[in-house]
């Protein structure tokens, strides 16, 4: 599995209720249409005007090639279009998922 964290930031921080109102109710949920996508997380680390970056998101894929398929999607296609209207990603990392990790038990 491979794993993609990105660090974004607003722009314009005035705006981080609704940047977080849609990824609760838009971001999640196109999800599913997204095959590749075996998980995806985003998470507030600063509400500071000036910080270097206001979130990370988490998205851990099948695999790098099934993912690159769905960002040609229309799905992933209007996530893009929305979410440049409000924040960038200003660094990505990725790699490989090394052995099953750990979960916690339900």
């Known amino acids: 599995m491979q794993s993609i964290v990105h660090k974004i930031r607003l722009l314009d921080i005035g705006h981080a209720q609704a940047f977080e109102n849609w990824v609760l109710d838009t971001d999640y949920a196109t999800c599913p249409e997204l095959p590749s996508v075996r998980s995806f997380d985003v998470c507030r680390v600063s509400s500071a005007h000036d910080a270097p970056f206001h979130y990370i998101e988490v998205i851990k894929v099948s695999s790098n090639e ?4 769905d960002m040609g999607s229309a ?6 279009e929305c979410f440049s209207t409000m924040a960038e990603v200003v ?8 052995g ?5 038990p339900a």
């Open 75 to 80: 799905s992933f296609a209007r996530l893009v």
């Open 100 to 104: 099953a990790g750990y979960r916690a």
């Open 66 to 69: 099934a993912f690159k398929r």
């Open 91 to 98: 660094e990505e990392v990725a790699g490989t998922q090394l």
